[in-house]
């Protein structure tokens, strides 16, 4: 039997989003590791890898993120710049954001750095960068997308997570993708060296740590997000710029 997405063959998805390559597949441990085993065969930028179900997903810092049915479950291979790098995370959770809120009609997704993207405040999407190199060369980058859209969320989880059905009870899967994936594509020759003042302002206008206490990776206040993709924190008067790290609220 055929495999489909909402009804749509997987053998149309490539041409649907202007992407290369669209590989759709029932069940994988995780779709940045299938990315990786396609950059490695010569796969172009632009090719994505969708999981109906990932057993083992993961997210920053080790940490497991949980990929049931229902769910986008999204790696794409891309070849930046290496000056490109660092913009990647903040461009494609602005991709994300932006599918979101088309399908919302307003604006209403905020993103959290370095990875997160929130609705009401809860967890509707996360992402992950992940590189290969070869001396000081990149060689690429796998991006792993995923977003809660009619799955299930753990009870575990539930006060600090949310699925975007919760917000449009009829929406599928193929609705986001068709803004996402092409948004995410465009990632792929990017805009630059860092992020321009355009990306800037609508990362600024989208900013849910701005202005709050941080314990980690800084104590300090956030203070925004500079072009490099850096984390800025006032820490008592002196500006501190943060590359990496995982965020804790004092």
Known sequence: MALTLDGV???ELAGRWHVPRCDLHPRLGSALDAIHALAAQGAPPGTTV???EQT?????DGRTWHSPAGGVWLGMLLKPARSELAAVAIRAGLAVADAVDALLGRPETRLKWPNDALLGDRKL?????EGRWQGNTPQWLALGVGVN???AIPAAVARGAVALVEWLPAVRRI???DGLVPALARTASGGGAGLSPVECAAFAARDWLRGRQLRTPAVGRADGVRADGALLVDSGGITVAVHEGHVELA
């Open 56 to 60: 083992a997903g993961r997210g920053r």
């Open 125 to 129: 999407a996360g992402i992950l960068c």
């Open 9 to 11: 063959p997987a053998g």
């Open 50 to 52: 969708i999981a109906e």
């Open 149 to 151: 859209v009619r799955n």
């Open 175 to 177: 609705d986001l993708l």
